[in-house]
T-cell receptor, first 110, second 114 residues
Framework: QKEVEQNSGPLSVPEGAIASLNCTYS??????FFWYRQYSGKSPELIMS????GDKEDGRFTAQLNKASQYVSLLIRDSQPSDSATYLC??????????FGSGTRLSIRP | DTEVTQTPKHLVMGMTNKKSLKCEQH?????MYWYKQKAKKPPELMFV???????INESVPSRFSPECPNSSLLNLHLHALQPEDSALYLC?????????????FGPGTRLTVL
């Protein structure tokens, strides 16, 4: 079992709609979680970090963490074509390393 | 400012060459990282430096040799690489280690080994 799992996609969402990206993790000792956006050929760019159960909002982005269910999600409201990218979910494991999921490819269609 | 810089942006080298990748941050971070990323795969951790000392080596072959001259600089020395080492090499930094804090990535060096 992978430590951080994501659906690889592609996830296709119409422009203006809400994109919902999901991630599960197996290490109950994981404390912190991160969402990175990566455009093709570029480096990962931090979108959100979340440390506590519940929701965290930043502009059009909302991260949700449920430690009991070992589940992390990212909602993108009012999706724009520029949101088309691969989204990497990552968790800080009990082994003191960031473990990345395999990424979800998101495509926003006009 | 959350900027990590890396040079060069692109590097092509033969299997007998010796080259170095450089990474710099001026955020006062005490932890720096090297990752390797192959196409359509997530980044893979290679090395972690904390307070200029090597904390983690993820069983990386000795043809990759990291160096941390000071708290702002991180180098990766390359020697006798193989074509399968071609990848995007990413440097990252964070406030401290092993505190579970955000890592900020540089733009990467695209390495091609012929």
């Amino acid at each position: 079992q992978k430590e951080v799992e994501q659906n690889s996609g592609p996830l296709s969402v119409p422009e203006g709609a809400i994109a919902s990206l999901n991630c599960t993790y197996s290490d109950r000792g994981s404390q912190s979680f991160f969402w990175y956006r990566q455009y093709s050929g570029k480096s990962p760019e931090l979108i959100m970090s979340i440390y506590s159960n519940g929701d965290k909002e930043d502009g059009r982005f909302t991260a949700q963490l449920n430690k009991a269910s070992q589940y992390v999600s990212l909602l993108i409201r009012d999706s724009q074509p520029s949101d088309s990218a691969t989204y990497l979910c990552a968790g800080y494991s009990s082994a003191s390393k960031i473990i990345f999921g395999s990424g979800t490819r998101l495509s926003i269609r006009p | 400012d959350t900027e990590v810089t890396q040079t060069p942006k692109h590097l092509v080298m033969g299997m007998t060459n010796k080259k170095s990748l450089k990474c710099e941050q001026h955020m006062g971070h005490r932890a720096m990282y090297w990752y390797k990323q192959k196409a359509k795969k997530p980044p893979e951790l290679m090395f972690v430096y904390s307070y200029e000392k090597l904390s983690i080596n993820e069983s990386v072959p000795s043809r990759f040799s990291p160096e941390c001259p000071n708290s702002s600089l991180l180098n990766l020395h390359l020697h006798a690489l193989q074509p399968e080492d071609s990848a995007l090499y990413l440097c990252a930094s964070s406030q401290d280690y092993p505190i579970p804090d955000t890592q900020y990535f540089g733009p990467g060096t695209r390495l091609t080994v012929l």
